[in-house]
């Protein structure tokens, strides 16, 4: 339990990692993000870069990341042997070297044997320029040599990764031939399916969650120098977040404990002042209500006497031919407003529409000017919107004391 949740502090439950490898010429960055649930692990995120800055926006900061250096600076040779002592097969595999120059990574096998070597000058470049980015590089692998801890799981006698093809006998790795340009193949590893370029990735993710791994190395310092100062920065995040969180439990404690009888104080004080601002609402509220009352009553004097007169009779005269658009009766002078008397167009009614014939609507008119109540019209707007229909409008004054 206290494993579990030291290794759940330290990389969460989502874990990561980049190959470093290289097609035509130009570097490629495969990345996969693995998430654990329980005793299960999913693939989470799959991506394929250009550069570290793309690989740095799809993996979260302050995630660790496991490198696998799979490009041209490393070399992988064979070895067939007895003997499973590492700087010995190393030796064997390259026996002109300068030891301290170059990390070198084993994989053991009964007789045949790989052995992986990169100078460290360009590895320790890789890791700076990884931590430049953003990207917090806990672990890392050279060559191929991480495809054993999935071979066993792989039922095809030949594996290709994004950059070799690995050959099988009795479920030991036999050969390893890079090449440089692999099809991609599709594999079934317990339920999971992961394609050549994911080989590598998926296995050193996963070397994270199991904290093992199938291989022999002489970088173990590097290693833990790299997991110490990401540790080291987890446990400054975690003690600041636990910190703040700490510090605001006991504000909020204070809040709660000695602010109790000053809420109480500022309800009242708010009851208070809704209360008089309730009262002066009403006050309000009644001076409208009183404003309001008195334009109604202005308007009601002045339109309820005869506006149904006058509009009866002019629609009851008004051709079939002829289509209104408004019909105002004493029209407003200005806006209304709320402090102000309204102010309108005594004994003036305003007339407009359309009519299919010109000539219609000057017979209208001198209609209306029949009329006795009326005390002339006069005309506003006359235009012809098209060969077939004309746009009209136009005023009429009524007399003072009209004889209906």
């Known amino acids: 339990m206290i494993h579990k949740l030291i290794s759940y502090l330290t990389y969460g439950n989502r874990f990561y990692s980049v190959e470093q490898t290289q097609a035509n010429g130009h570097i490629i960055y495969n990345g996969i993000g693995l998430t654990k649930n329980k005793s299960q692990v999913n693939i989470e995120d799959s991506f394929q870069c250009q550069n570290l800055d793309q690989i740095s926006k799809r993996i979260p900061k302050g995630k660790a990341v496991f490198l696998v250096i799979n490009n041209e600076f ?55 320029d990884y931590e430049s980015n953003a990207l917090s590089v806990v672990d890392f692998s050279l060559g191929n040599l991480m495809v054993a801890s999935l071979s066993g799981f792989i039922s095809e006698d030949s594996i290709h990764t994004s950059n070799a093809v690995l050959t099988k006998v ?137 506006s149904s007169f006058y509009s009866n009779a002019i629609i009851t005269s008004l051709p079939e031919e002829i289509i209104l658009s408004e019909l105002n009766y004493q029209p407003l002078l200005k806006k209304i407003k709320a402090s102000k008397p309204i102010e309108h167009n005594i004994n003036v009614l305003i007339v407009s529409g359309t009519s299919l014939k010109s000539v219609l609507v000057s017979e209208w008119i001198s209609e209306l000017e029949a009329f006795d109540w009326i005390d002339h019209i006069e005309i506003v707007n006359f235009d012809d919107t098209s060969k077939s229909s004309s746009s009209f409008s136009f005023k009429i004054h009524i007399q003072d004391d009209p004889k209906n």
């Open 74 to 128: 490393v070399i992988t040779k064979k070895v067939e042997s007895n003997t499973t002592e590492t700087l010995k097969l190393v030796h064997q595999a390259f026996p002109n070297i300068k030891i301290d120059e170059f990390y070198y990574e084993v994989l053991n096998q009964d007789t045949v044997h790989f052995v992986s070597i990169c100078r460290k000058a360009h590895v320790d470049d890789l890791l700076k």
């Open 170 to 306: 009795h479920r030991q790795i036999n050969t390893i031939e890079i090449q440089s340009n692999v099809t991609e193949v599709n594999y079934e590893v317990n339920d999971t399916s992961l394609n050549n370029n994911q080989l590598l990735t998926f296995s050193a993710a996963l070397s994270l969650i199991t904290t093992s791994k199938p291989l022999q190395s002489a970088f173990e310092s590097t290693q833990q120098n790299l997991l110490t100062n990401f540790k080291e920065k987890q446990f400054f995040t975690q003690f600041i977040k636990i910190g703040l969180s700490f510090l605001f439990v006991l504000l909020l404690v204070n809040f709660f404990l000695f602010n109790n009888y000053y809420d109480k104080v500022n309800e009242l004080k708010e009851t208070a002042q809704v209360l008089n601002t309730s009262k002066t609402k009403v006050v309000d509220l009644n001076g409208s209500v009183l404003k309001m009352q008195k334009m109604v009553e202005d308007i009601l004097k002045s339109n309820a006497s005869q």
